[in-house]
């Protein structure tokens, strides 16, 4: 089955400054990829997404990118923020028997924007 | 619309107890979702509904778990009965398609002591 790893657990970073969380996925069938991004006490909100038919997307400070190929994509975010601190999440979608389809989440990294 | 609705958002008691969480998805979302959370095994998915039918119910960890959705606005996630290892933050999450946004709820904290 499918299987995503998250790196790093934890990333500290200056207002102002950018900060890049990575993940790899496993399963080749794999072709959904969302980024949720999760407050204390709070669910998981989806802050962007991309297909597999896509190689880049991108969203004002926020932006993805996918590499097939190498079964990986990532999160940038510029210009960071305070209000940018939460654990974020990365997930692969990964098929199964009987056209079944569930999201596989990464461990999550918690991002701290120091002020 | 309101969002996902989980309730109750924190339950405490006692092993051996039944538990019951319930979640009404955002209306129009065919499909549903529960998951568990903990620190020691992330975010975890236990099983998943389209037309509230059971899909995918691999999962769930045992036979003490039992989810129901009886009609499209209404889902239950039980417990019965529970264990201390059964204490993480449970999450209710619609979508409209299978390969879609997932609308997570905020959550219910349950401590089995």
């Not at chain 1, 998250?6 to 400054?17: A, C, F, M």
């Not at chain 2, 619309?1 to 538990?19: L, N, Y």
Request: charged content about 20%; aromatic content about 10%.
């Amino acid at each position: 089955g499918e299987n995503v790893e998250q790196h790093p657990s934890t990333l500290s970073v200056q207002e102002g400054d950018s900060a890049v969380i990575k993940c790899t996925y496993s399963d080749s069938a794999s072709n959904y990829f969302p980024w949720y991004k999760q407050e204390l006490g709070k669910g998981p909100q989806l802050i962007i997404d991309i297909r597999s038919n896509v190689g880049e997307k991108k969203d004002q400070r926020i932006a993805v990118t996918l590499n097939k190929t190498a079964k990986h994509f990532s999160l940038h975010i510029t210009e960071t923020q305070p209000e940018d601190s939460a654990v974020y999440f990365c997930a692969a979608n990964s098929w199964g028997g009987g056209a079944t389809n569930k999201l596989i989440f990464g461990t999550g990294t918690l991002l701290a924007v120091q002020p | 619309d309101a969002g996902v609705i989980q309730s109750p958002r924190h339950e405490v008691t006692e092993m051996g107890q039944e538990v019951t969480l319930r979640c009404k998805p955002i209306s129009g979302h065919d499909y549903l979702f529960w998951y568990r959370q903990t620190m020691m095994r992330g975010l975890e998915l236990l099983i998943y509904f389209n037309n509230n039918v059971p899909i995918d119910d691999s999962g769930m960890p045992e036979d003490r778990f039992s989810a129901k959705m009886p009609n499209a606005s209404f889902s239950t996630l039980k417990i019965q009965p529970s264990e201390p290892r059964d204490s993480a933050v449970y999450f209710c999450a619609s979508s409209l398609s299978i390969v879609d946004t997932q609308y997570f709820g905020p959550g219910t904290r349950l401590t089995v002591l």
